[in-house]
């Protein structure tokens, strides 16, 4: 499976737009700000909403400080879309062997949506 990574410091909207196109999957990855998502994360985010594109999963990733309570929704940033949520993995400090584990389930459930089915 082709991935393509945007560091949203530096990314060209305009290419992400484009990269959106063709996404069967969108994996968000941010570390938690001021109680919510990076404000980067969150303009990305929103951008995909905007320009709905057709992709069939999404999951959601990251690492905070403290105010968990604010990542536990990130669905509702993405209201005009329908994909299937994978899951949301979110870390308290750095990642530890459990968290670790659960990004691998994680990699495997999207890789699993994506293995053709047998005919």
């Not at 990733?61 to 105010?67: A, R």
């Not at 584990?101 to 005919?119: C, F």
Request: proline share 8%; charged share 20%.
């Amino acid at each position: 499976m082709r991935v393509e990574r945007f560091d949203l410091v530096t990314a060209d909207l305009g290419e992400l737009a484009m990269a959106l196109v063709d996404a069967s999957t969108l994996l968000l990855g941010s570390p938690a700000m001021l109680n919510g998502l990076h404000p980067l994360a969150v303009q990305a985010a929103y951008l995909v909403n905007i320009l709905k594109p057709k992709f069939k999963f999404a999951a959601a990733f990251g690492s905070y400080g403290w105010g968990a309570k604010a990542l536990e929704n990130i669905p509702a940033l993405l209201p005009d879309l329908q994909p299937e949520f994978l899951g949301q993995i979110f870390c308290k400090g750095l990642p530890k062997a459990a968290d670790l584990e659960a990004l691998d389930r994680l990699a495997n459930a999207v890789a699993e949506k994506h293995r053709p089915t047998p005919a």
